[in-house]
T-cell receptor, first 112, second 110 residues
Framework: DGGITQSPKYLFRKEGQNVTLSCEQNLNHDAMYWYRQDPGQGLRLIYYSQIVNDFQKGDIAEGYSVSREKKESFPLTVTSAQKNPTAFYLC???????????FGPGTRLLVL | GIQVEQSPPDLILQEGANSTLRCNFSDSVNNLQWFHQNPWGQLINLFYIPSGTKQNGRLSATTVATERYSLLYISSSQTTDSGVYFCAVPHGGSQGNLIFGKGTKLSVKP
């Protein structure tokens, strides 16, 4: 089946620790995105990538990093510099920028 | 930057009822997307609708770009329609950046 997968479903982070969230798609989409959602709020863009080996900061990139070495993969690292990382993280992809976006099931990150 | 406002913030319906959700945006846009987030967090794209009207089963959407609003109609609502409905428009200065509204939380009671 074609789609977007995210892992893990739940992730616990200790103080000062970097953690990496996985996002994989087999839709052959060029564009991929990472969003953060806080309780009762809409989504905010962290990073997006138009094509392999290219990515751009979104509205809330501080404390996060990404890579795009393969078309199908767009991992997000939450660094120790992100002081309030507890949130629901959603990955999405689209054929090209500004086309219809398709979302993965999300990863819930909690700080211990 | 562009502002996106959705109304109402919360809506409770009896199964079978119809409803209209509204999305206002503060600047001209070249596309608009409606999403449904189910109670488990999964977002599904409902419509990509920069202007005009589209229909998909019991759902339809209309965007009036010149007046900067979009409407999502849900007819004969079912309990599975429950969740949060978001609209999103592109950030004018960034091609990849969608700005989301805060959503309308819909609860459909049996």
């Amino acid at each position: 089946d074609g789609g977007i997968t995210q892992s893990p479903k739940y992730l616990f982070r200790k103080e000062g620790q970097n953690v990496t969230l996985s996002c994989e798609q087999n839709l052959n989409h060029d564009a991929m995105y990472w969003y953060r959602q806080d309780p009762g709020q809409g989504l905010r863009l962290i990073y997006y990538s138009q094509i392999v080996n290219d990515f751009q900061k979104g509205d809330i990139a501080e404390g996060y990093s990404v890579s795009r070495e393969k078309k199908e993969s767009f991992p997000l690292t939450v660094t120790s510099a992100q002081k309030n990382p507890t949130a629901f993280y959603l990955c999405a992809s689209s054929i090209q920028l500004q086309e219809t976006q398709y979302f993965g099931p999300g990863t819930r990150l909690l700080v211990l | 930057g562009i502002q996106v406002e959705q109304s109402p913030p919360d809506l409770i319906l009896q199964e079978g009822a119809n409803s209209t959700l509204r999305c206002n945006f503060s600047d001209s846009v070249n596309n608009l997307q409606w999403f449904h987030q189910n109670p488990w967090g999964q977002l599904i794209n409902l419509f990509y609708i920069p202007s005009g009207t589209k229909q998909n089963g019991r759902l339809s959407a209309t965007t009036v770009a010149t007046e900067r609003y979009s409407l999502l109609y849900i007819s004969s609502s079912q309990t599975t329609d429950s969740g949060v409905y978001f609209c999103a428009v592109p950030h004018g200065g960034s091609q990849g950046n969608l700005i989301f509204g805060k959503g309308t939380k819909l609860s459909v009671k049996p």
